[in-house]
Each structure stands twice: as structure tokens, then as C-alpha cells.
């Protein structure tokens, strides 16, 4: 299944602990149908001190969350819409929202 989220997306959360919370798409993960979305399901992670990090410590890092419990906000309507991907006169593929058929 092809995803219809990509990098640098503005999307929202419809489900789990972060639902209605919005944030941009800081990492596709294709094989395992996930996104990382900024400051969306934070988890702590304890780094040890290294060279780049003397002082190490416990750090919040955004974790994966599932394709299907976000959705993409469209920037022309200012709401969440669902993806197609269709193609142009030209013969490109790209992504519209199904309701009025703009291009993402």
C-alpha cells in the first residue's frame, strides 16, 4: 500500500493520546506504514554522555505513530482531507484532496 503522507506535510492526529494536535511530518517511514510527527507522541530517551552530548541526560524524542491515525491538513481549505492521487492533463501523478479535487 502506497502511503499519501510525506515529508514535510501539516498534519493532525485523529487518534490515541495527541488526537487533535497538529504538526509537520518530520519523517516518512514506508515499510512499517508509519510518520514521525513533530512534537507528537513523545517518548523519553536516556542518552549517555558522549562528545556531541558531554552533559547526556534524558531526552524527549518523537516517536513513530501509525499512517492511518493522522491525516493530511490541506494549506488551501485549512482542514484535514483525504488524499487520492491522480493525474494531470499532463500526464503527472499527484496528490488532490477527493472532496474538491485540488492539488496538495
Keep these: 500500500m502506497a502511503m499519501k503522507i510525506k515529508k514535510g506535510d501539516r498534519v493532525v492526529v485523529l487518534s490515541g493520546k495527541d488526537k487533535g494536535t497538529e504538526g509537520t511530518v518530520l519523517r516518512a517511514i514506508p515499510s512499517e ?3 514521525v510527527v513533530e512534537g507528537v507522541n513523545l517518548a523519553k530517551k536516556h542518552v549517555r554522555p558522549s562528545m556531541n552530548d558531554p552533559k547526556g541526560g534524558v531526552k524527549q524524542i518523537e516517536a513513530p505513530i501509525h499512517v492511518s491515525n493522522v491525516m493530511v491538513v490541506s494549506g488551501k481549505e485549512g482542514r484535514p ?3 487520492a492521487i491522480r493525474a ?3 500526464g ?3 496528490r488532490v484532496s477527493k472532496k474538491s479535487g485540488q492539488a496538495i
Design 33 to 35: 506504514l508509519k510518520v
Design 81 to 83: 482531507v483525504r488524499v
Design 88 to 90: 494531470n492533463a499532463d
Design 92 to 94: 503527472i501523478r499527484q
